[in-house]
């Protein structure tokens, strides 16, 4: 499902809560899988909680950097990014994967970024879509939040990506019925759905095409 | 059956109160409850509602004071140093005898403290919190399930009582996400002769009002505020009771740490160690007389709290002390790990050969 020839720069952007963060980092894996050099950048500063940060130790591992703000993970709501995310748009000589923070107000953060991004032209630019959210049930409230983060961010979306679940609830019919709605939603903005992702034991199970099995990132032991 | 969604713990509270008919919202953004105001922010303009971003945490306690006397659903919430702050309106709103919903997403204190979560405003919310005698009904919701559903319960009872109402969570609760199946919306019946809505000339004026010049006047109130306060510790606690038939021990927790408790109670069992757990999910009024009973069979009883040990006080009280209490707790925004209420009950079972 990943390009075998992919853009230079990835971006994730979409609703709070829509699954970026697990799908930045699960893509990073598989962009370092087809042998590229990868830097992941966390330009969410509007939650201070799970973060791209939280798999570190997997990604610095398998040889990915992560840029973070300098205080995730602290009790410093501090909403700072910092300088070296600049190289990530400047040094065209790495891939990058950009996780975006949550809705407009979490995509104002990439607008500094953007006329590097968009000089270059080799991005795509991914709208994460979970239609298992509340305010995001139906295409049409989705696309909507597209073009609010567009306008925030100063980058036009390319792709999107069907991540609807349940957290650890998910079976795999619950992601098979929202496939007609990523695929409306596609309609609506003329935009391709590059794939659809899911835990990897629920992706299995998945009858659909172009399915990016994803390890979730765990913060906490699993509670009952 | 509803469909499930999946929600964070801070908008099921949001989406809940718009089910419950709450069309007024005041708050300032503190971490980490901002979600419920944003949530509040994009939804309430759409549904002819009112969200309203004040300057000030106490600024936004006294619109709730407003709303509140005209028999309106209101709430507003917060974070813990936030809740501090509203603490004086808090204290207007239970003497004028208005029903209100107050959240709290508790994090690490005192002080500012941090914004991990935290349990630590255990004493605030249950022993009155500002000042003067009175008593928030305190409600403790342990999933994301709860924190939709005990938002109803919460409006609901406000009104039946006549009285603010606090939704006492923490920060995972606020930012963990779960499926939920909503609450159907519905309409709220009750009445409030009691309210300020135009007399039309056709009633005397309801006057909203917590000062009382005659010393006499106010013992009167406050005496009937707390006869008040009695019927509803006879009819509204509630608990939830986890292998506690031939419990030999008995963890008391609530919210995020009894999560944890029930986790670290399977593998306590596991090892053959028979430990249950009491959940209070009213934090006031006080489960008090299901745990004077499990005094009488259980050898001990553990508190687990995300705190330096606050409602341990309560279980000592409620059994009189009947049965020795330990404390496993971490504090500053730390969670206990099931391995450490393990390793507390191993210590006791040690201590019994």
């Known amino acids: ?224 | 059956m509803a469909e499930k969604v999946l929600m964070k713990g801070n908008e099921a509270i949001a989406e809940a109160a718009i089910r419950a008919g709450c069309r007024h919202y005041f708050g300032y953004p503190i971490t980490p409850q901002t979600e419920l105001a944003a949530y509040m922010a994009k939804r309430m303009p759409k549904i002819g509602g009112v969200f309203l971003q004040a300057e000030s945490e106490v600024s936004a306690i006294n619109m709730v004071y407003g709303v509140a006397g005209t028999g309106l659903r209101v709430m507003t919430s917060s974070s813990s140093p936030g809740v501090s702050l509203k603490q004086e309106g808090i204290s207007y709103i239970a003497g004028a005898d208005l029903p209100a919903l107050i959240v709290n997403v508790q994090r690490g204190g005192p002080g500012l403290g941090g914004i991990q979560p935290s349990q630590s405003d255990y004493f605030q919310a249950t022993k009155g919190g500002g000042h003067g005698d009175y008593h928030l009904i305190v409600l403790a919701p342990a999933s994301v399930q709860e924190m939709a559903d005990l938002t109803a319960t919460a409006f609901d009872l406000a009104d039946k009582y006549r009285m603010p109402t606090m939704i006492l969570a923490d920060g995972t609760m606020g930012q963990m996400m779960e499926p939920v199946v909503l609450p159907e919306p519905y309409e709220a019946k009750s009445e409030k002769p009691w309210a300020v809505t135009g007399t039309k000339c056709e009633r005397e004026h309801n006057i909203i009002n917590s000062l009382y010049l005659v010393p006499e006047e106010l013992e009167k109130v406050n005496f009937a505020r707390f006869e008040k306060y009695k019927t509803i510790e006879e009819n509204e606690v509630m608990y939830e009771e986890y292998m506690m038939d031939d419990a030999e021990y008995c963890i008391v927790a609530f919210g995020i740490a009894a999560r944890v408790s029930k986790n670290a109670i399977n593998a306590a069992r596991a090892k053959g160690i028979k430990v249950g757990l009491i959940r209070p999910i009213t934090l006031w009024p006080f489960p008090k007389d299901v745990i004077n009973k499990a005094a009488d069979k259980v050898k001990a009883f553990i508190s687990v709290e995300l705190s330096m040990g606050q409602m341990i006080e309560d279980v000592k009280l409620a059994q009189e002390c009947k049965k020795p209490v330990y404390l496993c707790n971490r504090a500053g925004g730390m969670i206990p790990e099931p391995e450490e209420i393990i390793a507390k009950l191993e210590e006791l079972e040690g201590g019994n050969d």
Do not use: C, W
């Open chain 1, 1 to 224: 499902m990943i390009s075998l020839n992919p853009k230079r720069v990835t971006l994730f952007a979409g609703h709070y809560g829509s699954g970026k963060t697990n799908i930045a980092v699960n893509y990073a894996l598989a962009l370092k899988d087809l042998g590229k050099n990868v830097v992941v950048a966390d330009l969410d500063i509007v939650n201070p909680y799970f973060r791209t940060k939280d798999s570190a130790k997997e990604l610095n591992e398998k040889g990915i950097e992560i840029i973070s703000p300098e205080f995730a993970n602290t009790n410093v709501d501090l909403p700072a990014l910092p300088a070296s995310v600049y190289g990530v748009v400047q040094n065209r000589l790495r891939h990058a994967v950009l996780d975006i923070g949550g809705d407009d107000r979490g995509a104002y953060a990439l607008g500094r970024y953007a006329p590097y991004i968009m000089e270059e032209n080799d991005f795509e630019m991914i709208f994460v879509a979970n239609f298992l959210r509340p305010l995001t049930r139906t295409p049409e409230e989705a696309f909507e939040v597209m073009k609010e983060i567009e306008q925030a961010g100063h980058i036009p979306f390319t792709a999107i990506v069907n991540n609807s679940n349940l957290g650890k609830d998910t079976e795999p019919e619950d992601v098979e019925k929202t496939d007609i709605l990523a695929k409306r939603l596609s309609e609506l903005s003329g935009l391709p759905l590059l794939f659809t992702s899911a835990e990897e034991n629920v992706a299995k199970q998945l009858t659909l095409n172009n399915v990016l099995p994803m390890k979730l990132q765990k913060k906490y032991f699993d509670i009952i």
